[in-house]
C-alpha cells in the first residue's frame, strides 16, 4: 500500500488533529470494531488490542487510546512466514481497557461483551463531526480509494452485513451514492462516483487527497473533451477528402467521356479550379472564382459536375 494513493490518503488521516471525546470516541469505535481486538491474559484480565498490516491505522489507534485512557501502551511487530509486517499496540491495564471498552459501547455496564458485528451504540453519532470521524475510523480499518487516474473506485470492508447497512445509511445521509454488498464472502460499502469520491474524502478530513483528486478528475475531463474536438475534427477531415476525391473523379469522368467544354461556363470554371486545387477548402475555392462564390454555391456547382458525371456513366 506504501506509495499508492489509498496509502498516502490513510496517512493523512491518521494525522487529522481531534480534541473532542465524543469525536474520538466515535473514530476508535469505528476503527476497533474493524481490526481490534481483545488480549485476554491468563488471570482473565482483559486488555484492548487494534492490530494490522496497516501503520497508519495502527498509528491512529495508539493516539486515539492513549488520549481516551490515558495510559501507555505496548506496542510489537511480528511477520507471519515471511509476510507484510504486521503492527500492535495493546492497552493492557485492565481497569483502563474495561472503562474504555464500555465507554466505546462494546461492553455494558456489568462488564457483559456486546454481541459483535452489531451497529454504534445509540447516541455515538449524534452530531456531524462524530459522523466524520466515525467514517474516517471505519475507512482507516477497511478502506480503499483507487488513484484518480484509474477506474473510480472508494470502498470498505466491514465486519458484518449490520456495519455494511450503517455505513452505507450514513453516507446517504450526506446524498453520496453508497451501496452495501457482499463480494467474495466480504461485506462492503462502495461509491464508484468520482464526484461522491471527491466529497467522502473531504467529509473524511483527507483534503490534500482531494485536491489530488479533484485536478487529476479535472485532466481527466479536459483530456477527453480534447480527445473528443480532435477525433472529431479528424472525422470532418476524412469527409472533406472524400468528398474532394470523389469530386476530382467526377470531374475526370467528364473530361474522358464528354470534355469540358460541353460545361456552362460556371461549371467549367468551376472544374478546372478544383482539379488546380485538390485540397482547397469550399469557401476558400469559391474565393478564387471570378466574381467569387459563396461556399453554398461552390457547393452546389460541385454537386451539379458529380451529378452530370453519374449520368455520363
Known sequence: ???????????????????????????????????????VKEDGSLGLMIQSENLPAVRRGDFLMRALSGCDLMSSVFTVHG?????TVTLEDHRAAVRLLQELGFMNRRGVLREE?????????????????????????????????????????????????????????WDLPARATLRKGKNLVYIKSSEAISSVLSLMG???????????RAY?????????????????????????????????????????EMLPRPLQDMARLRLENPDLPLKELGELLDPPVGKSGVNHRLRKLVQIAENLS
Open 117 to 173: 458485528g452489531l451497529p454504534a451504540p445509540e447516541g455515538m453519532l449524534k452530531n456531524e463531526a462524530c459522523r466524520r470521524a466515525f467514517l474516517r475510523g471505519a475507512f482507516l480499518a477497511g478502506g480503499y480509494v483507487s488513484d484518480p487516474e484509474g477506474a473510480y473506485h472508494w470502498e470498505v470492508v466491514t465486519t458484518s452485513e449490520a456495519r455494511a447497512q450503517e455505513l452505507a445509511a450514513l453516507l446517504k445521509d
Open 83 to 87: 509476510g507484510s509486517p504486521v503492527y
Open 220 to 260: 481527466r475531463s479536459l483530456q477527453g473533451r480534447v480527445n473528443r474536438q480532435v477525433n472529431c475534427d479528424l472525422a470532418n477531415s476524412a469527409k472533406v477528402s472524400q468528398a474532394g476525391e470523389n469530386q476530382i473523379r467526377a470531374i475526370r469522368t467528364i473530361q474522358e467521356k464528354a470534355g469540358l
Open 1 to 39: 500500500m506504501a506509495g499508492s494513493f489509498s496509502g498516502e490518503t490513510k496517512e493523512i488521516l491518521s494525522r487529522v488533529l481531534l480534541k473532542p471525546r465524543s469525536q474520538r470516541l466515535a473514530e476508535l469505535h469505528a476503527l476497533a470494531a474493524g481490526i481490534g481486538d481483545l488480549d
Open 206 to 216: 483527507a483534503f490534500q487527497s482531494t485536491l489530488q483528486w479533484e485536478n487529476a
